[in-house]
């Protein structure tokens, strides 16, 4: 019987639109909060970018090496250090009995991760970071290393030139510069695959499982129904996180054209209430379905000013004691009458809560920090009904 060949023509039309606005508080803070709502519109996001597919998954490995040509800013005299560079010479037919103190080579592990998919010959990047005390890798050269997958075999080999993001610099005086991290770099394409890892995504009833990223229920039945409004009687939501598909006739033996299709197709997904805050960054994100039942909030500001003073201390007459000045510092501290303010507006009948709360928190101009404690206060009293997570 011939086959019919289904290919990506057949996909469903594509549409992912998001739509970001944020409000800017006044503060008395150099670092301003910032609030962000985020809101879907009436098309959602394709399916393969809410899920992945059971069976076909990234596989991490790592191995030890040596990083060469460090000009002075590599480890001191390590045990480790000076056993790697012994072993690759000898490997190579020298024999030395103790390596030099040049500071030129760093010990290094050296970690990857090889996709589902990955062929043999294919490359990848690697990651290198020094284990030992080197001040940086800046201009290293990565020696070769075995990488190791979790079972202790061989998948893949790296070498190449180290890039790094950072930098150190220093003098004799004791004073150095440095940038972002100078020990930890990348070797780019350096990973050479050696051994593939077999990808099973079909099972012996040609089945495909779809593991949601984002486990939920209601993402998942969406996610069925979708798959079964083109290929009907096929799509089932197992549970929160997973979806099974039997693969059609008319694909069977076309497994990536048919993961190419339902790939495709749009599905709204639910997003849970949440509010996620940073106070690092001054940042508050809150999703579309935060709900708040009215509340009122009384917030006020402490400010403590600190004055610094200088005096004089006189000796007694004909005492052997000198005049001495004395550094002093006076503290005031001010604090503003508090406001009860009422946020009963927040749920009105078709209103999206998440702008009415961005409005009424920005209107009072509250740092992050007061924010944080007022979200926490809400929380806490029964009247947020959304997950806050505080970074």
């Known amino acids: 019987m011939h086959k019919k060949r289904v290919g990506i023509n057949e996909l469903h039309p594509l549409l992912i639109h998001f739509k970001f606005m944020n409000f800017l508080a006044s503060s008395k803070m150099v670092l301003w909060p910032i609030f962000f709502f985020a809101t879907f519109s009436l098309f959602g996001a394709r399916i393969k970018d809410l899920t992945d ?22 480890d001191s005299r390590i045990e480790y250090t000076e056993l790697g560079i012994l072993n690759a010479l000898e490997s190579l037919g020298i024999r030395a009995d103790k390596a030099d103190k040049s500071r030129n080579i760093a010990a290094v592990m050296v ?70 991290h100078p020990t930890v770099g990348i070797v780019t394409n350096g990973g050479l695959v050696e051994k593939e890892i077999d990808s099973q995504i ?16 209601l993402t998942a039945v969406k996610i069925a129904d979708a798959v079964n409004k083109y290929y009907p ?11 099974n598909i039997q693969v059609p006739i008319d694909f069977r033996g076309q497994t990536t054209n048919f993961l190419a299709a339902i ?17 690092r960054t001054g940042t508050i994100v809150a999703t579309q379905s935060v709900r708040i039942s009215p509340v009122a909030v009384s917030s006020s500001n402490i400010t403590i000013f600190l004055n610094p003073t200088t005096g004089v201390s006189q000796p ?16 005031d501290l001010v604090e503003e009458i508090g406001r009860f303010e009422a946020l009963d507006e927040l749920d009105p009948p078709g209103a999206s809560t998440v702008n009415e709360l961005a409005s009424a928190l920005n209107k009072l ?14 929380k806490n009293a029964g009247a947020l009904q959304a997950e806050l997570i505080i970074n």
């Open 53 to 74: 597919v059971r069976g076909s998954r990234s596989n991490q490995l790592y191995g030890y090496g040596i990083v060469t040509g460090l000009s002075g800013q590599g």
């Open 111 to 180: 970690t990857a991760e090889i996709g589902p998919f990955a062929k043999e010959g294919s490359k990848m990047d690697v990651t290198v970071s020094s284990i030992g005390n080197a001040d940086a890798l800046q201009g290293g050269i990565l020696l070769q290393t075995p990488l190791y997958g979790a079972d202790g075999k061989v998948y893949s080999v790296a070498q190449g030139a180290v890039s790094i993001g950072g930098l150190s610099a220093g003098g004799g005086g004791g004073a150095n510069v440095q940038v972002n």
């Open 202 to 217: 079909l099972n012996n009833g040609n089945e495909i499982e779809l593991i949601l990223r984002s486990p939920d229920s």
């Open 316 to 331: 007694l007459p004909f005492s052997q004691g000198a005049t001495t000045v004395m550094q002093g510092e006076n503290a």
């Open 233 to 243: 009687g096929t799509s089932l939501a197992l549970d929160n996180g997973v979806v």
């Open 263 to 279: 790939g495709g197709i749009d599905v709204k997904p639910d997003v849970p209430a949440r509010v996620i805050i940073n106070e």
């Open 365 to 378: 101009g509250l740092t992050t920090r007061e924010m944080t404690s007022i979200l926490q206060s809400i």
